[in-house]
């Protein structure tokens, strides 16, 4: 018999996170599910009473991280699987971003991540292992119009995946950045917070929603058996692209950043470093 697996996931009252939530317990494992509003999550809770915890938190705030991951332990005695999911989406051009846009954007979708990364590492490395998922995205490998900073946060949260990856393996953590497609999560709607439009930019701009379309996307829930299987690989990806589209769209984006850097060789070459 399988032992049921704790999962600590931040995010959790809507879109990937819920998804996750729910198909953990589907699965008959527990959850300690974090989120800033828990109150969507009542239908869960009602329905898995003893395997859900919720937890209000804002992982902006270090503190609170810390003093959740204190409580997601004692309230199951462990964590196997942590899943960095909470995040918003700032949309607009770099000139227009207001400083304090910046850093609150930034301090979710990035510092939020680095805060519970440093909280649930003592936990794991002393039971010997565990799994932590840093959900990004993937347009984490460049910079594009009007989501340039969010696109920033999540590059960097990749970076700092891959040295959390290899500091905590030979303690039995396993890290995954899960650089995830194009879901219908609500992020460009509830989750998202507009710069004031700057009218020299009018017409990028314009053109940047056509290029994004109106789509939504398909349902988080398509995406849950990816994590699902995901977490349960003994020895697991440092990355994964989750989205077949999304695969081939990134696959193109890295064949042509190697054709541009194979175009401009020779002047990288006039330098000795």
Known sequence: MTTARVWFITGASRGLGRAFTEAALDAGDR??????????????????????????????????????????????????????????????????????????????????AVWVSQAVVPHLRAQGGGR??????????????????????????????????????????????????????????????????????EPLRRKMEEMWGDEAGPDPSTAAPVVMELAALPDPPRRLIVGSASYDVVHEMGKAQAELYHEWEHLSRMAPG
């Open 31 to 112: 959850v300690v599910a974090a989120a800033r509003n828990v109150e969507p999550l009542e239908d869960l809770a009602d329905k898995h009473q003893d395997r859900l915890v919720r937890l209000p938190l804002d992982v902006a705030d270090r503190n609170a991280v810390f003093a959740a991951v204190d409580k997601a332990v004692a309230a199951f005695g462990r964590l196997d699987v942590v899943v960095n999911n909470a995040g918003g989406f700032l949309y607009g051009m770099v000139e227009e971003a207001t400083e304090d846009q910046i850093r609150a954007h930034l301090d979710v979708n990035f510092f939020g």
């Open 132 to 201: 932590i998922l840093q959900v990004t995205s993937m347009g984490s490998g460049g910079g594009m119009a009007t989501v340039g900073f969010y696109c920033a946060g999540k590059a960097a949260l990749d970076s700092v995946g891959e040295a959390l990856a290899m500091e905590v393996e030979s303690f039995g953590v396993k890290v995954t950045i899960v650089q995830m497609g194009g879901y219908n999560t609500g992020l460009f709607t509830a989750g998202t917070t507009a710069t004031t439009p700057h009218p020299d930019y």
